[in-house]
């Protein structure tokens, strides 16, 4: 990846154009100069499946659960992708193989063990989140957000204990091949079978092993994740024994990402 002088936004469509041409599952992408949220953005809602909107500057992310997406100006990768409505576990789990994988690209073989899946689909490096995704089913299609940290130095307040960056990870890369590493990433998911997704986030998995507290329709639950099946459900060891806690109810609330034992 290249490292010098930052990529103009006045290269990024083209640059874009001519990796859609390389890609089967992308076939047109659109760069915008300024929106508030790619998802939202009007070039998304008239995009036809197979389409990625991103944008020079997100001004106002959204993340999951209504929560806001920590952009900081020009600083991070913001993109939505449009694809024909299918099972919100098998997009979570496109998002997370794809997002993990670009950023493990952008790191370069020094990092490349270190890049982890924290369930459903947060990227996460040492327990620091360095990108999330956000799927929105919107009749007939669905819009994969996949947010990526590429320069910032820093993080402020709560994020500072919890957020990281491919700068801050040493890496020094321009969005745009950030992107272009997200969409070679993406067009490969969408190909691969749930067994093949399922098999790469095992591979990545940083929920279990580890303590979490979860959300769940019943209450809070607090336990050691024994184990993680992404299209349907996790096993936690609570005080009380295990219980299955399903994928479509139940969220993490709070992890620390300290691995109680060697896997
Ligand atoms: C999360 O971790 O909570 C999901 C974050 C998703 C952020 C991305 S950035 C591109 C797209 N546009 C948004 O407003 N959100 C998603």
């Not at 809602?45 to 197979?50: D, K, N, S, T, V």
């Not at 990108?131 to 130095?153: F, H, P, T």
């Amino acid at each position: 990846m290249s490292t010098g002088a930052a990529v103009p936004f006045a290269q990024w469509q083209a640059r874009l154009s001519a990796e859609c041409l390389r890609l089967a599952q992308i076939r047109g992408a659109v760069a915008l100069a300024e929106t508030s949220s790619t998802q939202d953005a009007p070039e998304t809602r008239a995009a036809r499946p197979g389409t990625l909107v991103t944008a020079w500057r997100q001004t106002a992310g959204r993340g999951r659960f209504g929560r806001n997406w920590a952009d900081t100006g020009t600083e991070g990768v913001a993109a939505s992708f449009v694809v024909p409505a299918q099972p919100g576990e098998r997009l979570a789990l496109i998002g997370a193989v794809a997002a993990a994988d670009a950023c493990e690209v952008a790191l370069g073989a020094g990092q490349r063990d270190a890049v982890g899946i924290k369930w459903p689909n947060d990227t996460v490096v040492d327990g620091r989140k360095l990108a999330g995704v956000l799927i929105e089913r919107r009749g007939d299609v669905a819009v994969v957000g996949i947010g990526i940290n590429v320069s910032q130095e820093r993080f402020e307040g709560e994020l500072s204990r919890r957020a990281t960056s491919l700068a801050m990870l040493g890496a020094r890369v321009d969005r745009i091949d950030v992107l272009a590493a997200l969409m070679r990433a993406l067009d490969a998911a969408l190909t691969a079978t749930d067994d093949d997704l399922v098999a790469r986030f095992h591979a990545r998995d940083a929920l279990r092993g580890t303590r979490a507290l979860f959300a769940t329709p019943d209450g809070p639950v607090e336990g050691e994740v024994v184990s993680i099946d992404p299209m349907h459900g996790l096993m936690v060891r609570t005080d009380t024994g295990e219980r299955f806690l399903p994928a479509a109810s139940t969220s993490v609330a709070e992890w620390g990402g300290v691995r109680l034992r060697s896997r």
